[in-house]
Each structure stands twice: as C-alpha cells, then as structure tokens.
C-alpha cells in the first residue's frame, strides 16, 4: 500500500504521472520524480502532509491542476528551467512553502498556483506596498 510509504522515488523510464496516482500518501516524507518524467498529472501528489523533500526532474514541462496540492510540511521549491507550465491551484494550500526557485521559462502559472503558502502571503504583501506606491523608506 503506497499510503504507507516514506520516500516515493519516481525512475527515470517514467515519462507521465497519471491523475492522483499518489494522492493521499499522507507518510512520505520524501519524493524523487525521475529525469524522464514531463507530465505531473492533477492532484498526482497532494495532500502528502508530511512531504518535506521534492526533487523534481529536469525534463517535467508540466505540473497540472493540484498537483501538490496542501503539502503541508513542504518549505522550499526548486523547479527545472524545463517546465512551462504550473496548473491551477497546483501548491495551494502548502502553508510553510516560503522559499519558490521557479523556472524562467514558465509560460503560464494558474489561477491560485501559490494561494495561500508563505510565499504568496509575502508576495502579495510587496505587490501591495508597491502597487501603493508606499516604500519602507
């Protein structure tokens, strides 16, 4: 039962995670997803609360809907310059997910991608100082 496990280690000679094909593996504490993978599918990981390690391959273009979706003990992302894509909502909810290294190439990031995370909550925080034109000095 993949529900019991601690690390999920995704190989190489995968190309696509399928729609909530780990979704609920509520005791991983660590996720590999291999080099060859290029699709996460929607709500492939979520709700893995005790997630704290994500190391995402250098060939995943795109992360669909909900993907990771409250992964609450996630802190830090590191994305590949491969994706182009980051689906809606795909790490709402990951409330202490405070420090995001994204792609530069990402083409399109959905609606809610980063809704409540510490991040968000930061950014959201600058956006408003300066869209008032309010500077700390």
Known sequence: NAQ????????????SVCDAAFEMCSNVHTLVIGNGVET?????????IRLT???????????????????????TLALPDSVTEIGDEAFLDCEKLA??????????IGTDAFKNTAFYKA??????????GALPY
């Open 123 to 132: 950014f959201f925080l600058i956006s408003c100082i300066i869209d008032l």
């Open 53 to 75: 390690d994500l190391i995402v391959g250098n060939s995943v273009k795109t992360i669909g809907e909900m993907a990771f979706y409250s992964e609450a003990s996630l802190e």
């Open 40 to 48: 996460i599918g929607n709500s492939a990981f979520s709700k893995m």
């Open 4 to 15: 019991n496990f601690k690390k999920i280690v995704i190989p190489d000679s995968v190309v």
């Open 99 to 108: 420090s995001i290294d994204t792609a530069r190439l990402v083409s399109m």
